[in-house]
């Protein structure tokens, strides 16, 4: 790790006028300057910042600042966000990292984090050796020829699934951008990951009342059950009435470069009777123009089984 200033600021008003990176839990931002990836000269400290607060009043608000932890046990949060804060991390990361801060994490990609190895997304126009070498973890929807690493946030999933958004801070005031579209794939600027402009700061996450959203729920796969990344994962939510599917969000993680809605997958469900069969019957569009690579072809089919399973999950007992 490079040397750098340690500074605390108290105000946002003081974050957005100071030039940094910032600094809450730090369970993503110091691994990456131990490895040399992040190197600022400048670091703000932004846990005293006033930016907290947990809401389930009319729909879910939180604080950029709010721990996983804290949000995974609040009562009225929805089951989908608290089910992908456990499953994200260990207890102990949990109680560390906000809300905020994990929806801004780095790739796990390992080019990205071997400053020894070329990446286009940590230098721009150097190549990415994952495509043609090893790739088992990585992305196979929404990839480019730039690059095809993962989005390694599982709450995001389960966020962009129930169509939250983001309040936003910064020198020009305040604004909201959905999720959804507040991530980019990586087309030829894989360096550009989000649209956060410099000097802004997540303030708030929202996520608008969803009265059916109570059944919901995540699932995520991957290679041990323990503080691991997903291979695959699905976060869906279900309207169901007499036995029908009037509703349904459906996202998911591991799988791509960004949090991935499945619109055609909602859009198959509707109307269908809420069994298996049509749930496999709407999960065959999820994989829906996936490039697989040398070494991931398995996750298109994955992903239409982990859909299934999910939905499986939330509906047991009540077809």
């Known amino acids: ?44 400290d932004i846990n005293e910042v006033p930016l907290r607060g947990i809401d389930t009043g009319d729909g879910l608000r939180i604080g ?27 207890q102990q990361i949990r109680n560390m990292a906000s ?17 020894a190895m070329p990446c286009n997304k ?8 994952a495509i043609a070498g090893a790739n088992r973890m990585h992305a196979v929807l929404g990839t480019s020829d730039s690059c095809v690493a993962t989005h390694a946030s599982d709450v995001a999933v389960a966020l962009v699934a ?46 608008p009342r ?41 996202a998911a993680g591991g799988v791509a470069t960004v949090p991935w809605r499945l619109t055609a997958v909602e859009d198959a469900l509707r109307g269908l009777p809420a069994t298996e069969a049509s749930f496999e019957e709407a999960a065959s569009a999820a994989s829906d123009g996936a490039r697989p690579l040398s070494g991931n072809g ?3 089919p994955l992903l239409r089984r982990t859909i299934v399973r999910a939905l499986l999950e939330l509906t047991e007992g009540s077809h």
């Open 1 to 44: 790790m490079r040397p750098f200033d340690l500074t605390a600021v108290t105000t946002v008003d003081e974050a957005i006028a100071s030039t940094g990176t910032f600094l809450a839990g730090g369970t993503t931002v110091v691994d990456l300057m131990k490895l040399d990836v992040l190197t600022p000269q400048h670091v703000l």
């Open 162 to 207: 129930l169509d939250a958004e983001l309040r936003l801070v910064g020198a020009t005031g305040s604004r909201t951008v959905a999720l959804r579209e507040f991530y980019r794939t990586p087309g030829e600027t894989p360096e550009l990951e989000n649209d956060l402009r410099p000097g802004e700061l997540i303030a708030e996450v929202v996520v």
């Open 298 to 300: 398995f996750k298109a």
């Open 122 to 129: 940590r230098e721009p126009g150097t190549g990415c050796p």
């Open 99 to 115: 809300i905020g801060g994990n929806l801004l994490q780095r790739t796990r990609c390992s080019y990205f984090r071997d400053i």
């Open 64 to 90: 950029a600042l709010e721990r996983m932890g804290d949000i995974a046990e609040h009562p009225g949060v929805y089951p989908a966000v608290s089910r992908a804060l456990l499953l994200s991390a260990s």
């Open 210 to 250: 969803l009265d059916w959203a109570s059944r919901s729920t995540y699932v995520k796969v991957r290679d041990r059950q323990s503080y691991e990344f997903a291979l695959c994962s699905a976060a869906v939510a279900l309207d169901i009435r007499d036995s029908r599917i009037v509703d349904a969000r459906v």
